[in-house]
């Protein structure tokens, strides 16, 4: 497995999640095989995986809701085994769709919540964690009467009541329409930065993943397949540049006569798409520029859709 970790978009070297060869088997088959991974102390890190994965049995392993049939799992430095309540104490968690009594009010289900978990000064972080997941105007609503994208808030709520140094989420977007998924983003982006709370994300939408994540790791037939920093991931070998030119026609034979790029992709009035490796971009603009052909403008097009895709299905 590669690691591609970037230090500057780390913001600490602290572990707090740490699998080493994790495994979890059913009679013949198996679940989760021997995978490693690292979350780091203020990461959002993005955990991805085809459908069958291994990504959910993963996170339950994390969370001690079962146990693996082997290797070892360390929360915040410590063994999950022989510290269970010490760090599971430390996390707050929203599995799949969050299960509330539909015929009591947010505030209500909070405070049963809050009561379970021992939280002290209980009204007053109610309210504050209402006021920042943007429901507490809605605070005396059912919530029958929610939206799927409130209940999801109202999840990521419950999962904030006792102060938690991390957070797992597992598809939280999932089900919301594009203006709720903008406002899960919003609202996660919101709790790393204002919170300093470390994140897990599972999720499938990968654009969301790509907006939001500063590291991550993909796993497929339950084993790592890489695990890195984000945009590195995204930047390394071969990619698909667009070169935003004032003369299509001149940029064209310079650059098919050059040999600087794998191939001409595609063009339009604006612009020339060159498949090439990120470490030849700022020659290929130099000879362009060299060759009188102005350029405007840069963009690599590489989506972490499509290095998921290639990834995967290697």
């Known amino acids: 497995m590669a690691d591609f970790r970037q230090n500057t978009k780390t913001l600490s070297s602290e572990t707090y999640i740490e699998l080493n060869n994790v495994s979890k088997r059913y009679k013949n088959f198996k679940a989760v095989d021997e995978l490693s991974l690292k979350v780091f102390k203020g990461d959002i890190y993005g955990f991805l995986g085809p459908n069958g994965a291994g990504k959910s049995t993963s996170i339950r392993m994390m969370l001690s809701l079962i146990k693996p049939s082997g290797g070892s799992i360390k929360l915040f430095g410590k063994d999950l085994a022989h510290n269970r309540y010490q760090t599971l104490n430390r996390i707050g968690a929203l599995i799949e769709k969050p299960d509330f009594y539909k015929y009591l009010t947010a505030r209500e289900n909070l405070e049963i919540l809050g009561k379970i978990g021992n939280v002290t000064d209980l009204t007053s972080k109610i309210d504050e964690t209402l006021e920042l997941v943007g429901l507490r105007d809605r605070s005396e609503s059912k919530v029958k009467t929610f939206s799927q994208g409130m209940k999801q808030?109202?999840?990521?709520?419950?999962?904030?009541?006792?102060?938690?140094?991390?957070i797992i989420l597992d598809e939280p977007a999932n089900g919301l329409d594009p203006q709720g998924q903008?406002?899960?983003r919003h609202l996660i982006q919101r709790?790393?930065?204002?919170?300093?709370?470390?994140?897990?994300?599972?999720?499938?939408?990968?654009p969301e993943?790509?907006?939001?994540?500063?590291?991550?790791?993909?796993?497929n037939k339950g084993k790592s397949v890489v695990e890195g920093n984000v945009q590195e991931?995204?930047?390394?070998?071969e990619m698909k540049v667009s070169f935003f030119v004032d003369d299509v026609a001149k940029a064209i034979q310079a650059i098919t006569t050059s040999g600087l790029a794998s191939s001409l992709a595609e063009s339009d009035d604006?612009?020339?798409i060159l498949t090439i490796e990120q470490e030849r971009i700022a020659e290929v603009n130099r000879f362009l520029v060299n060759n009188e052909t102005a350029v405007s403008a840069i963009k690599p097009?590489?989506?972490?859709?499509?290095?998921?895709?290639?990834?995967?299905?290697?």
């Open 153 to 166: 808030r109202l999840g990521i709520a419950q999962s904030l009541l006792h102060d938690p140094d991390m």
């Open 182 to 184: 903008k406002e899960m």
């Open 191 to 206: 709790i790393n930065v204002e919170r300093g709370l470390t994140i897990l994300i599972s999720s499938h939408i990968l």
């Open 209 to 219: 993943i790509e907006q939001l994540s500063n590291r991550m790791v993909i796993i």
């Open 233 to 237: 991931l995204l930047n390394e070998g």
């Open 270 to 272: 604006e612009k020339i």
């Open 301 to 314: 097009l590489r989506s972490l859709e499509e290095y998921f895709i290639n990834i995967t299905t290697a």
